[in-house]
């Protein structure tokens, strides 16, 4: 069953498709009883409050730090850019106002609001979650159900269908801010090939373009760039160039012009151009939520589709900004007030925090507007759609431009609804042993609101990487459905051809290939089915108590649960197996070597260049030989390994990768299997 309350008159966001699927659309909580109501009362101008058993667990909320079980922490819905995020911060890139409270009552809880809300998810009292937004114009909806899967589902359902990349997007791709020019990138492929790693995409960051301008190739580093493209294409490997929100204003450059002459960039409160810097220095911002802006920024994308190009990331879409001409006048006044004077602890500390409090600053967003459905609307009342809508410009656009097709999609921004319209990947990450846990959690979290194609950049963006650290990265990164090694400037090159232990990097990488019939299948079945690609095992195991306080492993599609080590010089860890399971353990030689466990704790020793995971009981994978591309993958010809007696059953999605026929059920075939085989799938 599923409630909406309507406060005030809500900003639209467009993030539910179905809202025929609340059935009950109440004014407010009076006198209700009984089920979730019993937990939750609202004050309103103040808060929500969900009162919190000591076995209730809080998941969801989807890009945000810390554990996958969310008690314990305040959590701000308020898109940031932050290189620097660590246990302490509060807001991430994305806004995903989605929470399932798990226990005696399980029941879900959404805000439709495109605001800035604090989650206060047992951090003032224990036992209290709090929800407070910063003004009272949303739609509440709550969700009861019998189950978390159940609630995930319906939210899921009412929300709309995940975004589907192409097949050619679940292989590896190499990625650093930046390779300077067509030859460095020819260099990478021919290491991967001479190297016999596998790889099916290069990213292009900032400084392929000219003056990083939008829709612009540098002539010079990337001569004849359509040919390039059509070069790499013949090698199997897909570019793929990023995609700034902030527009370079400059004179002559079309993009800047035809955006101002139409009248499409965020303006000021007087209607004068809204003018701040990133990279290009000044640069003014499409209004995506302007509909005609939107396609016109979308149909920009065609400069490159035409060139061969069939990916993008979206980037600095919160929006970043460094700072506005505005502000930074302001701050140099200050800061000259300063000179020749005695700085004590205030003033010295003050003047630090101008400078700091530059970038991304909440007076810049409240300072321009969007002209959104005929309204003129201040930036900050919409500011954490702001990159959802850049993301959604772009896909509007492909099914205009290209029907046919699937172009890969990923974006730093979002919010709920933009799951719809592309994937994310997880922001500017560190080379840190706790951001690879940060990354194994967030992913279920971000399946449960809706983003499926997800990933985090392995090896860590910021910082320098070590070898081990990377190696355990990929261990856990050839289950995420985008698998991107992307690292800053700056910082030691991380291309795995550049560590030691080369074989060890092969092994693992090769293996991705091999499992790619199950990790496609399993993410097209979640998809079709609104469902969770990785689950956290309090999911599937409701009724055991152990298994929801279980944070570093997963269940990765029906058949396979992993437990990466993460944990530096570790060799080996504890894994809880809710139920018996056969481990494997990928060899140093290629080789699987299994054995069963049963139930309970076990220590399980894994040398650095070990992948283990695990097949749950009466449950199949489908592996392939393998490939040093999707497209040399047979996803016909399989060894299927089992665990359990009988004849067991795997219901497998095979299709070309690239139309969007979904739902033909041609694309299902059911495996009978019985014991392990090689098969060819019908
Ligand atoms: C942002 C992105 C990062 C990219 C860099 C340069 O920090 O998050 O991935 O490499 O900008 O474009």
């Not at 051809?497 to 199950?518: E, H, V």
């Not at 690609?533 to 009724?543: G, H, K, N, S």
């Not at 279980?550 to 060799?571: F, H, K, T």
């Not at 809710?578 to 990928?586: C, D, G, N, V």
Request: aromatic share 14%; net charge negative; with cysteine.
């Amino acid at each position: 069953m599923i409630y909406r309350i309507r406060f005030g008159a809500m900003i639209e966001t467009d993030a539910v498709m179905r809202p025929e699927m609340a059935a009950k659309l109440l004014q407010g909580l009076d006198g209700k009883k009984g089920g979730l109501f019993d937990c939750i009362q609202i004050r309103k101008e103040e808060a929500i409050y969900c009162r919190l058993d000591r076995k209730d667990a809080v998941y969801g909320l989807g890009e945000q730090v810390r554990g996958i079980n969310k008690r314990g922490w305040i959590y701000n819905s308020d898109n940031s850019d932050n290189p620097h995020h660590h246990e302490d911060t509060t807001s991430l890139y994305g806004s995903h106002n989605f929470l399932v409270i798990a226990g005696e009552k399980n029941y879900g809880i959404f805000l439709d609001y495109a605001g800035k809300v604090a989650f206060d998810v047992g951090y003032t009292e224990q036992d209290m979650l709090l929800i407070r937004p910063e003004d009272w114009n949303f739609d509440l909806y709550l969700f009861e159900g019998d189950s978390v899967k159940e609630i995930v589902r319906d939210f899921r359902r009412m929300t709309g269908r995940c975004y589907i990349p192409p097949k050619w997007a679940f292989g590896y791709g190499q990625s650093r801010w930046s390779y300077y020019s067509a030859d460095e990138v020819r260099q990478i492929v021919k290491k991967h090939r001479e190297n016999n790693l596998p790889l099916d995409a290069v990213y292009l960051d900032i400084d392929y373009m000219d003056n990083y301008k939008d829709f612009t190739v540098n002539g010079e580093a990337f001569p004849e760039f359509a040919e390039f493209v059509r070069e790499m294409k013949r090698q199997h490997i897909h570019l793929v160039p990023i995609i700034d929100a902030g527009i370079k204003k400059e004179d002559g450059y079309s993009v800047y012009e035809e955006g101002k002459e139409k009248g499409y960039f965020c303006k000021k409160e007087d209607g004068s151009e809204f003018v701040a810097a990133v990279w290009p220095g000044h640069a003014v911002f499409p209004d995506f939520f302007h509909e005609e802006a939107r396609e016109w920024f979308g149909n920009q994308y065609d400069y490159l589709l035409k060139q061969g190009i069939d990916g993008f990331w979206n980037d600095m879409n919160e929006p970043a900004i460094f700072y506005s001409e505005e502000r930074l006048l302001q701050v140099f006044e200050k800061l000259e007030s300063f000179k020749g004077k005695n700085l004590g602890m205030d003033d010295y500390f003050g003047m630090l925090d101008l400078v700091n409090g530059l970038s991304n600053n909440r007076e810049d967003y409240e300072s321009f507007y969007h002209d959104y459905r005929g309204r003129k609307i201040r930036h900050d009342k919409v500011h954490n759609l702001f990159g959802a809508f850049m993301t959604r410009a772009a896909s509007e656009a492909f099914e205009r431009l290209q029907p046919e097709k699937r172009i890969l999609m990923f974006s730093r921004s979002s919010a709920t609804g933009a799951h719809r319209y592309g994937g994310i990947w997880q922001g500017d990450n560190k080379s840190w042993w706790s951001h690879l846990r940060l990354n194994i959690r967030m992913c279920p979290s971000l399946n449960m609101c809706g983003f499926l194609y997800t990933g985090a950049d392995l090896g860590g963006f910021g910082s320098n990487t070590t070898e081990d650290l990377m190696l355990r990265w990929m261990e856990f990164g050839i289950f995420t459905p985008l698998m991107r090694n992307h690292s800053a400037a700056g910082t030691r090159c991380q291309e795995i051809y550049q560590f030691k232990n080369l074989d060890a990097f092969r092994n693992i990488l090769q293996f991705r290939y091999r499992l790619l019939p199950y990790l496609y299948s399993e993410f097209m079945k979640a998809a079709l089915a609104d469902e969770m690609y990785f689950q956290p095992l309090a999911f599937e195991y409701p009724e055991d108590d152990m298994a929801s306080q279980v944070e570093d492993q997963l269940l990765v599609g029906e058949s396979l649960m992993i437990a990466p080590v993460c944990e530096q010089n570790a060799r080996g860890r504890y894994v809880y197996l809710p139920e018996e399971m056969k481990m494997y353990r990928l060899k140093q030689n290629g080789e699987l070597e299994s054995g069963i466990l049963s139930a309970g704790h076990q220590y399980v020793a894994a040398e650095l260049e070990e992948l283990i995971f695990f097949l749950r009981k009466g449950h199949a994978l489908p592996l392939a030989a393998g490939g040093n591309c999707v497209e040399e993958v047979d996803f016909d010809h399989l060894t299927v390994l089992t665990f359990g007696d009988g004849e067991i059953s795997y219901r497998y999605y095979r299709d070309d990768g690239e139309s969007r026929d979904y739902d033909n059920p041609d694309h299902i075939s059911v495996l009978h299997v019985k014991g392990d085989c090689e098969m060819t799938a019908e």
